[in-house]
Nanobody, 123 residues
Framework: QVQLVESGGGLVQAGGSLRLSCAASGRTFSTYAMGWFRQAPGKEREFVATINWTGGSTYYADSVKGRFTISRDNAKNTVYLQMNSLKPEDTAVYYC????????????????WGQGTQVTVSS
């Protein structure tokens, strides 16, 4: 069992930056692939970024490539999402998720989810 708690969301102006954190419980965190997803009001949950268990492989949605960076610190049981050059269309609730098997852009491949943290980007 893995429990995930996101933090770091907030209100920021367009062009600004935020760093989201996702703290995981459990001794097996380092064996999980981790992902970030987001859901805007009235829209489906969408993939943002994912990282494998070593941190050596990362993948991004085209909409955030070059602006967002996913990373992890297995010693701290934490995964991060550094978000730069934020745009109003990045406004959403951001969720982190853990997958027992492989990195994936599909939400149904993830086994555990956090409660989410709100990110609001004003224009």
């Amino acid at each position: 069992q893995v429990q995930l708690v996101e933090s770091g969301g907030g209100l920021v102006q367009a062009g600004g930056s935020l760093r989201l954190s996702c703290a995981a419980s459990g001794r097996t965190f380092s064996t999980y692939a981790m992902g970030w997803f987001r859901q805007a009001p009235g829209k489906e949950r969408e993939f943002v970024a994912t990282i494998n268990w070593t941190g050596g492989s990362t993948y991004y949605a085209d909409s955030v490539k070059g602006r967002f960076t996913i990373s992890r610190d297995n010693a701290k049981n934490t995964v991060y999402l550094q978000m730069n050059s934020l745009k109003p269309e990045d406004t959403a609730v951001y969720y982190c998720a853990a997958a027992r098997l492989y990195v994936s852009a599909y939400a149904n491949q993830y086994d555990y989810w956090g409660q989410g943290t709100q990110v609001t980007v004003s224009s």
